[in-house]
């Protein structure tokens, strides 16, 4: 028995298609597991082969690129239920203020508090920002091996969070923001 199976496992062809096979079951399995997969649909895994590829809504086909996507991290030792919930505490340097981003319920309720006028933001926001939200989105892909595959296979695509609501990290929804989340997500797929 222990030289067939060596037989079959010396085999390239064999060898490929079992560790593909074992990849694949990891992958599901590690799904099972993800609260973004609970609540919104889950991208195909295949190969995406137009030259762009346009991301926002959560509830749409590549939604995991979304910092509002359900992929809790954690990052120096601490809990983040999203990458927007790190995101936006960041932008405060009062610890309470950070943790009531951190506890917030969703997503949409870290961006809120971020947001909110009543608490001043650090003085270094617009000189950090660039930094935490590349913390944030390079932990949610090393942490979650499927979306770095999701990633891979979106190839030589342009990336663009096309939404008329954001110029900075999205594209103002004519492709004239800066997109800065997109090349961001660029940049983590060249490294993988």
């Known amino acids: 028995m222990i ?7 010396n085999n390239p062809a064999m060898k490929k ?45 590549y939604g995991e690129f979304s910092n509002f996507a359900l992929f809790p991290l954690v990052i120096d030792g ?33 961006a809120k508090r971020g947001r909110d006028k009543n608490f001043p933001k650090r003085n270094d926001w617009e000189e950090r920002k660039d930094y935490f939200m590349t913390v944030a989105v390079v932990e949610k892909f090393r942490s979650y091996p499927e979306l770095a595959l999701l990633l891979k296979l979106t190839g030589k695509a342009r990336l663009f969070e096309h939404t008329k ?26 490294g993988l």
């Open 165 to 190: 609501n954001d110029c900075y990290w999205g594209d103002c929804g004519d492709r004239t923001g800066k997109n800065k989340l997109g090349l961001l997500l660029e940049e983590i797929r060249a």
């Open 78 to 110: 601490v809990e983040w239920a999203t990458s927007e919930h790190y995101y936006q505490a960041h932008k405060y340097d009062d610890p309470s203020l950070m943790e009531w981003v951190r506890s917030a319920p969703t997503p949409f309720e870290a």
């Open 17 to 61: 298609s079992i560790s593909l096979f074992f990849v694949l079951w990891i992958l599901s399995l590690s799904v099972l597991a993800i609260p973004h997969y609970e609540k919104y649909p889950k991208t195909p895994v295949q190969q995406y082969s137009d030259e762009i590829l346009d991301f926002y809504s959560v509830n749409s086909a």
């Open 3 to 9: 030289e067939l199976l060596e037989k079959f496992w």
